[in-house]
């Protein structure tokens, strides 16, 4: 077993779980088996109760982890099915060692971070390695050298390397070298800084990953190379991609990164196939087609709270040989300024999930105009709920109709908490979450998209279709097309007679990849895609 530890340094938002992932994709394609996790500082036991606009994103995993998003990009990028061992916090190690100081497990020895905390740390990456067979493991240690939460992690992985061994174990160190417009230079002292912060630490990398925007010359590549103490050859540039994310893998191979890191390793594999990665790559950039579709949410400004959503559809998109143009619309707009404003032009309208009430009417507004113009519609999870809502109100004529989250006196309870969560006091972690098994009703749309009759997919949620409503809604022309395992939630809703008005309770997004597209988000592209040809507009 190999092991990678990914740092980085200067600042956040370096692209360390990137080009983690477009690594992982590089050594997976050379025909290794590849794990990757992520140790994050905050002390938070998991981002499931953050706010988006702290965290962005919480990407939910098979066995109901709650966890960091950049385990979407792992997960995208690689093969790998990644499970709650993947994503550790200081929060669930601190936790962790004060059971077990409680339980007296330390036999009355003063807790300390070194070793107790530091132990629990290293004990984490030796189970991913005893339970998650592969030859090589990526960690990617979030935050920035230097930050006072992260020192724990580092001490850990230091520890780590000293007791593996030469050879075994490879520190990749990620900085920012800045352009300094004025000089028109590049400048490398932020980097010299980091890497001496890191020594300091007791870590010296073996290899630099450099962010930057514009080419790193011989010159900065010698400086850096002697300031970093290695070979120039591990001067790695990670310039800005021009296009898409999944140009990254492309890029840092034409650097040799990976033949840089199996080289220290000693791992003996073939050179990557990267024909049908970089036939996708093309797909994505220049497309045959255009669309546009909507994406209609309360954190639309910003780009990570829906991110596995922007992804999904880029996948749909390249396998239907067209570029999804996403338009970012404020639910809040719409309740203002009305549905036609923000709406018209749009070959597609999709709803993501959430929770509160806010925004929510102006959600239901864009999901009616979908409906009554026939535009193609999808509503994940909270889209799901809004889509049965305005369906209640204007279709099955109860004006009333609402979800008992956002008006727990609603006299027409279309949506309501599941029974099992009534009883929750705590938020972290207690919604249904993971995957859970839907039937799909045959000759349904969902069951022509999948062609299959039996699914599993992620979940994340409390509320439900309230089963009181079902029967009037399927009087009215919804279909419930699928169902729970037991027969008593519903998954999936749609309507016949609409060109594409499809919803679902999970969250089909967090298992879409980019030779693999989600079959409803390939579905709904290719019917915004025909959308698009349709010369007059229902409305």
């Known amino acids: 077993m190999k092991y990678i530890f990914v740092t ?18 590089l050594l997976e394609l050379r025909g290794l088996k590849v794990i990757m996790q992520k140790f994050d500082p905050y002390l938070n036991i998991d981002p499931g109760t953050m ?5 962005g994103e919480v990407y939910v995993l098979d066995d109901g982890a709650e ?20 994503n550790l916090t200081s929060g669930q190690v601190y936790q962790s060692v004060l059971n077990k100081e409680r339980a007296g497990k330390y036999q009355g020895r003063t807790v300390q971070v070194i070793p107790h905390v530091t132990n629990e740390i290293k004990d984490r990456i030796k189970e991913v390695a005893t339970k998650m067979t592969a030859d090589v493991i990526i960690t990617e240690i979030g935050g920035t050298v230097g930050d006072i939460e992260g020192l724990p992690f580092l001490e850990a992985i230091r520890q780590f390397g000293h007791e593996t061994g030469q050879g075994n174990v490879l520190f990749i160190h990620a900085t920012l070298v800045p352009y300094i417009k004025a000089a028109q230079e590049l400048k490398t002292k932020p980097t010299q800084q980091s890497i001496a912060k890191l020594r300091e630490i007791g870590i010296a990398p073996h290899i630099i990953l450099c962010r930057t925007e514009h080419p790193l010359d011989q010159d900065v590549r010698e400086k850096i190379s002697l300031f970093g103490n290695v070979p120039i050859e591990d001067v790695i540039e990670v310039r800005d991609v021009k296009h898409s994310i999944y140009e990254v893998p492309l890029k840092l191979h ?11 390793l000693n791992l003996t594999t073939h050179q990557p196939d990267l024909g049908k990665w970089r036939h996708f790559v093309q797909r994505v950039i220049h497309p ?18 829906y991110k596995s959503i922007y992804e999904a559809l880029t996948h749909a998109g390249a396998a239907n040989d067209c570029k ?19 709406l018209s032009g749009l070959q597609g309208i999709l709803i993501p999930g959430g929770f509160g009430d806010r925004g929510t009417e102006g959600k239901i507004l864009a999901t009616g105009y979908a409906r009554r113009c026939g535009i193609p519609f999808f509503g994940i999870c909270l889209g799901m709920q809004i889509a049965v809502i305005e369906f209640a109100r204007n279709v099955c004529e109860l004006k009333d109709a609402n979800s008992t989250e956002f008006d727990k006196a609603t006299p027409a309870p279309v949506i309501s908490m599941m029974e099992e969560q009534k009883k929750v006091k705590q938020l972290g972690g207690t919604m249904r979450l993971g995957n859970w098994v839907t039937q799909l009703t045959p000759g349904s749309k969902v069951h ?12 994340r949620h409390r509320y439900e279709v309230n089963d009181e409503y079902k029967e009037q809604l399927e009087s009215h022309g919804m279909v419930i097309s699928g169902i729970s395992q037991k027969g008593e939630l519903a998954e999936t809703i749609e309507l016949p007679d609409h060109p594409f008005f499809v919803a679902c309770q999970f969250h089909p997004e967090f298992s879409s990849k980019p030779n693999d597209p989600h079959p409803i988000f390939n579905g709904f592209v290719a019917a915004a895609l025909h959308h698009h040809s349709v010369p007059e507009p229902l409305c």
Request: with cysteine.
């Open 51 to 55: 706010n988006p606009y702290e965290h």
């Open 324 to 342: 999804v143009d996403i338009v970012r619309v404020d639910a809040e707009a719409i309740e203002k300024g009305g549905p036609d404003i923000y």
């Open 254 to 264: 034409e650097e040799r990164l990976d033949d840089v890191v199996c080289k220290q």
């Open 448 to 459: 022509d998209l999948y062609k299959e009759t039996v699914i599993n997919e992620r979940h």
């Open 8 to 25: 980085g340094g200067v600042v956040s938002s370096l692209g360390k779980g990137l080009a983690a992932s477009a690594l992982g994709t």
């Open 288 to 305: 045959t087609h255009h669309v546009r579709i909507g994406v209609v949410g309360k954190y639309i400004e910003l780009q990570d709270a």
């Open 67 to 86: 966890t960091d998003l950049d385990l979407g990009h792992y997960e995208r990028f690689t093969h790998t099915n990644l499970s709650r061992l993947n």
